[in-house]
């Protein structure tokens, strides 16, 4: 699916972890590729501005630079396909039949840190549903908001959904 899935599994290390630093050999052992590919991946990285190399005491270490627009939008695409992979929005839109499923807050933003929540808002009717097994698949806590009528969703709220990404539905807030 992916074009190069080697040069994602090893830009999602720094997608997920954008606050750490890593080495080569730790990049390669977790994204169980050899070095001399890590390391040629880091330079096309580096190239395109995705990372920053820094060296202390001698020793290279990698980190995402959370500045870079391109970072920014492959982290938002990452996640709308970590997303859609894991079943969550196929298993929402089954179990609740709502109008919308929309992305919002810092993970469509670009913003989101290891700590960060995935945030949904629903427009249907509020069940009481499982989704650990989704938290878990995602390595992220899921913060879900339900409101059957869009009339009263609170402006600032309402601004938040507006720059947010609709995953499945359709949202008419006016």
């Known amino acids: 699916m992916l074009q190069n899935y080697n040069k994602y599994k090893l830009l999602k290390i720094f997608l997920e972890n954008p606050t750490e630093s890593f080495r080569l050999r730790e990049l390669s052992r977790l994204s169980k590729i050899s070095p001399p590919s890590v390391l040629n991946y880091l330079k096309e990285f580096e190239k395109e501005g995705l990372i920053e190399r820094y060296e202390k005491r001698e020793v290279p270490f990698y980190k995402a630079e959370l500045d870079n627009e391109d970072f920014r939008e ?8 970590e997303l859609h ?3 969550l929005i196929t298993f929402l839109w089954e179990n609740i039949s709502p109008e919308a499923i929309i992305l919002y807050g810092s993970q469509i933003k670009g913003e989101s840190t290891e700590s960060s929540d995935i945030d949904l808002f629903i427009i249907g009717k509020e069940k009481n549903i499982n989704i650990e097994k989704f938290e878990k698949k995602l390595g992220r806590e899921i913060h879900i908001i339900f409101e059957e009528n869009p009339k009263n969703i609170p402006k600032e709220l309402k601004n938040n959904l507006i720059n947010g990404i609709v995953l499945k539905g359709y949202l008419n807030l006016f």
């Open 85 to 87: 992979d894991s079943g």
């Open 74 to 81: 492959y982290k938002k695409i990452s996640i709308l396909f």
